[in-house]
């Protein structure tokens, strides 16, 4: 199975000022279509995951351009470029490039 | 709008069976995969099985392979989840997620919760 292992677990953000999380992948990403699958999904409290990237970088419908997801072969990063008070919550990364399909452990987000 | 709402969950004991049920509308729900998701009280999102489409492949986590059967019913826009000699570390939330273009997870239900204890 391909282990996806994120850091930091937690993390506390200041308003406005950009975040990071980064996504390690116990093997390549890249299925035999040559796409790199990795998607980035973010969890509120008490509210099931939305999915934010998929393909690594390519942004789901309606999420705010303050998202961006990098990364080839086995690292990834997701970026938010100004943290604002709805981004709380718990961000995985998850490869759907092979069953099992699993998710990293998850890293919550907090406000200073 | 696509919607995803499960049902079936419950309080059962060890050994015990329950059905999970994912009902879907907004959607052409015959042309998605779909999968169950489940998250474990203050854990992380695990996956547990995908059914294609038209049912013709099922694969599953390891830890429910032969306990858990993934199925359909394209007539009645149905997913469910056959879950038989549950476990305490069975105990979740039960997401039912479409699986979309891309290979993506792009619906997810509320989620329906089981509790397995004695």
């Known amino acids: 199975d391909i282990v996806m292992t994120q850091t930091p677990l937690s993390s506390r953000a200041t308003l406005g000022q950009p975040a990071s999380i980064s996504c390690r992948s116990s093997e390549s990403l890249v299925h035999s279509d040559g796409i790199t699958y990795l998607n980035w999904l973010h969890q509120r409290p008490g509210q099931p995951p939305r999915l934010l990237i998929y393909?690594?970088?390519q942004r789901f419908s309606g999420v705010p351009d303050r998202f961006s997801g990098s990364g080839a072969g086995t690292d990834f990063t997701l970026k938010i470029s100004r943290v604002e008070a709805e981004d709380v919550g718990v961000y995985y990364c998850?490869?759907?490039?092979?069953?099992?399909?699993?998710f990293g452990q998850g890293t919550k987000l907090e406000i200073k | 709008q696509a919607r995803l709402v499960e049902s079936g969950g419950g309080v059962v004991q060890p050994g015990e069976s329950l059905r999970l049920s994912c009902a879907a509308s907004?959607?052409?729900?015959?042309?998605?995969?779909m999968h169950w998701v489940r998250q474990a009280p203050g854990k992380g999102l695990e996956w547990v099985a995908v059914i294609w489409y038209d049912g013709s492949n099922k694969y599953y986590t390891d830890s429910v392979k032969g306990r858990f059967t993934i199925s359909r019913d394209n007539s009645e826009n149905m997913l469910r989840l056959q879950m038989n000699s549950l476990r305490v570390e069975d105990t979740a939330v039960y997401y039912c997620?479409?699986?979309?273009?891309?290979?993506?997870?792009?619906?997810w239900g509320q989620g329906t919760t089981v509790t397995v204890s004695s």
């Open positions: 997620v479409r699986w979309g273009d891309d290979k993506v997870m792009d619906v």
């Open positions: 998850m490869q759907p490039t092979q069953f099992p399909h699993t």
């Open positions: 907004g959607f052409t729900f015959r042309s998605h995969g």
């Open positions: 393909k690594v970088s």
